[in-house]
């Protein structure tokens, strides 16, 4: 059953109509001050660190097809366009393959608490149009196959381990028979240049069922914190493909503070323009969305002025896959995150759980890992900012008020750390992050900046913090 036309205006007419009457924070069409935008921004900011994962059908595929391995390299979410199946012929093949067992959520929220994580970004539906929620605006969805509302499972379960939600949702639509796949030369469809099976199709309708469905994810599990939309391009994307500024308006009308990417757009202004490190701009009008979202890389110099968050697998894959062994070390992941921090952004780490929601050995040791590094060091990521310096090599820096934060990844042979920074007013100080107990550290001033001497050892083999605290003079 899909919401027509007529009850969705009746729908935005009456959230906004309660929006202006009751929600505190940002009404859905207000202007926002730039001190409200980052009153809004700032848990996230601060936040730096997030887990994504990606969960669907797809996963208990596991990169399979009919008894052959898809592909060894690559997104196996993507399964049901590499083999060019139709929705009915992927779903009787998946569904059954689909088993989530009974407290999956639980040891997912523990795996992101332990990493460090303060935020978990999970895909409610993905380009494939199974939803994990209960809905009823379609059956092609966990509440009907499995009678489970897999989404209200996660978000308790999120809630449990105080981590903030945020929900990925596919505007793109592998399986509902309106989704007009040929008004795109772009974005992907399995049936892409094939004539619509039943001859005509409604875009009208499918964005119907869209917003029904994201209407319900904002309306029934409480908060939500980000909505990370995928995805837009440059010949379909904004209010002509997705009625954008309306869906955004209907987010914001149930979640006035919520937090939203850029991929409803696909334009220079909207901070991106092709998925290539180049095809993104380093500006965004914020009308289109609060961060940009830099796929699998880092850029090179961050963003300066513009929040982004860089999203990356732990593989090659988002969804799960038996045949993708190229697993990433625990020190390239903590090297990333320091990386990305260090210029300005927030890292979001993906895992790929299987079809029973059990995550693979290899992200949970990562995630250790990386978890036993912040257990040490997480002053150093939470709450900091861009390296006000310029590049190091020994490492990467990370900043607060009055404290720089120096991370150490290689370690020098003679123990002299140059830090291209002056000082003033008193002397400056500089101590591990991981105590005193691994010994005392010189500061003195140089021609060029400052000079720390340090003792033997590198506390970590990955990355050593130590704290450099004074009155910095970093004119630039
Ligand atoms: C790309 C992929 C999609 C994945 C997303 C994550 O859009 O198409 O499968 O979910 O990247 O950033």
């Known amino acids: 059953m899909n919401i027509n036309f007529c009850s969705r205006t009746i729908l935005l007419t009456l959230a906004t109509a309660l929006v202006t009457l009751a929600a505190p924070g940002r009404a859905e069409d207000a202007v926002e001050t730039p001190a409200q935008h980052d009153?809004?921004?700032g848990w996230w900011r601060d936040a730096r660190f997030g887990m994504?994962?990606?969960?669907?059908?797809?996963?208990?595929?596991?990169?399979?097809?009919?008894?052959?391995?898809?592909?060894?390299?690559?997104?196996?979410e993507w399964l049901e366009d590499y083999v060019k199946a139709d929705t009915d012929t992927y779903a009787k093949a998946a569904i059954p393959l689909f088993k989530p067992k009974p407290d999956f959520a639980k040891d997912w929220a523990a795996l992101a608490k332990t990493a460090g994580c303060r935020y978990v970004v999970f895909t409610t539906k993905h380009h494939e149009g199974f939803a994990l929620h209960d809905s009823k605006v379609s059956t092609y969805t966990a509440g009907a196959v499995l009678h489970r509302d897999l989404?209200?499972?996660?978000?308790?379960?999120?809630?449990?381990?105080?981590?903030?939600?945020?929900?990925?949702?596919?505007?793109?639509?592998?399986?509902?028979?309106?989704?007009?796949y040929n008004r795109s030369q772009q974005?992907?469809?399995?049936?892409?240049?094939?004539?619509?099976?039943n001859g005509t199709r409604d875009h009208a309708k499918y964005l119907d069922y869209l917003f029904g469905e994201v209407n319900e994810l904002m309306s029934n599990y409480g908060q939500v914190d980000v909505v990370w939309w995928d995805y837009s391009a440059q010949d379909f994307q904004g209010q002509e493909a997705w009625h954008a500024f309306d869906l955004m308006k209907l987010v914001r009308s149930?979640?006035?503070?919520?937090?939203?990417?850029?991929?409803?757009?696909?334009?220079?202004?909207?901070?991106?323009?092709?998925m290539s490190t180049?095809?993104?701009?380093?500006?965004?009008?914020?009308?289109?969305?609060?961060?940009?979202?830099?796929?699998?890389?880092?850029?090179a110099t961050g963003m300066p002025g513009v929040d982004w968050e860089t999203c990356m697998t732990m593989n090659t894959t988002w969804g799960y896959s038996d045949h993708d062994h190229k697993w990433k070390s625990s020190e390239t992941l903590i090297h990333n995150l320091v990386d990305v921090v260090s210029k300005g952004g927030n890292y979001l780490l993906n895992i790929g759980p299987k079809g029973d929601g059990t995550i693979p050995a290899e992200s949970i040791q990562a995630m250790h890992d990386i978890g036993a590094?912040?257990?040490?060091?997480?002053?150093?990521?939470?709450?900091t900012t861009a390296n006000p310096l310029g590049a190091v090599t020994w490492g990467r820096i990370t900043a607060k008020p009055g404290k720089l934060y120096l991370h150490i990844f290689d370690w020098p042979a003679d123990g002299k750390l140059p830090v291209p920074v002056k000082t003033t007013g008193a002397a400056p100080t500089a101590a591990f992050l991981a105590g005193d107990k691994y010994g005392a550290i010189t500061v003195k001033s140089t021609d060029t900046g400052t000079e720390l001497t340090l003792p033997g050892q590198?506390?970590?083999?990955?990355?050593?913090?130590?704290?450099?605290?004074?009155?910095?003079?970093t004119g630039k």
Not at 158 to 174: A, C, M, N, P, T
Not at 257 to 269: A, E, G, H, K, Q
Not at 284 to 298: A, C, M, R, S, W
Not at 460 to 465: A, G, Q
């Open 278 to 299: 180049a095809g993104y701009a380093n500006h965004l009008d914020t009308k289109y969305g609060d961060f940009v979202t830099p796929e699998q890389h880092i850029p």
């Open 151 to 180: 989404v209200k499972e996660i978000v308790t379960a999120l809630h449990e381990q105080g981590l903030r939600v945020g929900f990925y949702h596919s505007v793109i639509d592998w399986h509902h028979d309106q989704y007009e």
């Open 187 to 197: 974005l992907p469809h399995p049936l892409h240049g094939q004539p619509y099976p």
């Open 52 to 76: 994504f994962v990606h969960w669907g059908l797809y996963s208990g595929l596991a990169g399979t097809w009919q008894g052959k391995t898809v592909g060894t390299s690559g997104g196996m």
């Open 458 to 473: 590198a506390v970590s083999p990955v990355d050593t913090v130590v704290v450099l605290q004074g009155t910095f003079v």
């Open 39 to 41: 009153a809004r921004m």
């Open 373 to 383: 590094w912040m257990d040490v060091n997480s002053e150093s990521i939470y709450g």
């Open 254 to 274: 149930k979640q006035p503070n919520i937090i939203m990417n850029n991929r409803l757009f696909r334009t220079s202004d909207a901070g991106w323009t092709s």
